[in-house]
């Protein structure tokens, strides 16, 4: 895709979102990289950087270790505790404000930051970290309130597990929740794909599935992504900068933008 004007490729976007009808977004963990938390594949660091995250986001990392995964999950929870929503959620939840009905927001992020923002009816494609759940079928006296104090808790009765209420890595996502988000795609008139390296599916294959559509497909990334191929348009940038540009009609006035194309 040659280079084009910044002023071109941003003005076009924002036309097509400006006359959108229906708009779906896909977030990655890039839209939560301002805030403080490491995309899914910077997220080892210090103690965390021997492991390798498609491991520990696994049924079979934490079988072999629920220890260790359990408390990488405890790891993350704090730190995304400790961070707010940036502007990038802001203008996702603003728009949305603006336009009832009009978005439908599809996250590959676990963070929860969207809906700290305000955005509400978030399709989490890949569960949710705040949510905790039993590793295996129930016994009758299974009962999230009484659990062992162990890391992971356990039912004192049974022995199963809580685990981290999130798909891993060779589980199927949420049917409903898949279903919805594909059918948001496919009936959008314009996918904004952002902060996603594109590389995980089938979430990423939303943005092909819009594209064979026929939709207008928007790639919002600071770097190159596997859907760029796929792509309309895109605009090279971070998200903070970018979507309150193509959303917010007021942003972007005098933005120096990274490179737009
Ligand atoms: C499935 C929850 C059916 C956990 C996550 C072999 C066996 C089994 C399955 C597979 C297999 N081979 C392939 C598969 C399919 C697999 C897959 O896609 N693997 C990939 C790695 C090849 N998918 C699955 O397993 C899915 N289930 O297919 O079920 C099945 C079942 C059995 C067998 C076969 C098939 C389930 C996938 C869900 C995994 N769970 N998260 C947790 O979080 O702990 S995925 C995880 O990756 C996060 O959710 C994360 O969001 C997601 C995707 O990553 P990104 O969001 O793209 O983040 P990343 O760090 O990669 O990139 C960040 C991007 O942001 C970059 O592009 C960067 O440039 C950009 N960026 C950075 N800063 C900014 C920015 N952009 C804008 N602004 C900035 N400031």
């Given at each position: 895709m040659t280079a084009s004007p910044p002023e071109t490729t941003l003005d076009t976007v924002r036309t097509w979102v400006a006359q959108a009808e229906r708009l779906c977004v896909l977030t990655g963990a890039g839209v939560s990289a301002a805030s403080g938390v490491p995309t899914f594949r910077d997220a080892q660091t210090g103690y965390w950087a021997q492991f390798r995250a498609e491991d520990m986001a696994s049924a079979a990392g934490f079988r072999a270790n629920p220890g260790r995964v359990w408390q990488w999950y405890q790891h993350r929870k704090a730190l995304i505790a400790a961070v707010q929503p940036n502007a990038a959620h802001h203008a996702l939840a603003q728009w949305s404000l603006q336009h009832p009905g009009a978005m439908t927001l599809v996250t590959q992020n676990v963070d929860g930051l969207h809906q700290r923002a305000g955005s509400t009816d978030v399709l989490c494609l890949h569960g949710d970290l705040w949510q905790d759940r039993w590793l295996n079928p129930t016994c009758p006296q299974c009962n999230a309130d009484v659990l062992t104090d162990g890391e992971p808790p356990a039912c004192p009765c049974c022995g199963n597990l809580r685990r981290p209420g999130v798909v891993w890595f060779g589980e199927m996502l949420p049917g409903r929740v898949l279903a919805n988000a594909q059918a948001a795609a496919e009936a959008c008139d314009v996918l904004l794909v952002v902060g996603t390296a594109g590389v995980v599916y089938p979430a990423a294959g939303l943005a092909?599935?819009?594209?064979?559509?026929?939709?207008?497909?928007?790639?919002?990334?600071?770097?190159?992504?596997?859907?760029?191929?796929?792509?309309?348009?895109?605009?090279?940038?971070?998200a903070t900068s970018s979507l309150p540009a193509v959303l917010l009609s007021d942003e972007g006035e005098g933005l120096q933008p990274a490179v737009w194309y």
């Open positions: 092909q599935l819009a594209r064979r559509c026929g939709r207008r497909v928007v790639v919002l990334n600071t770097a190159a992504t596997d859907l760029d191929s796929v792509a309309d348009a895109v605009l090279r940038g971070p």
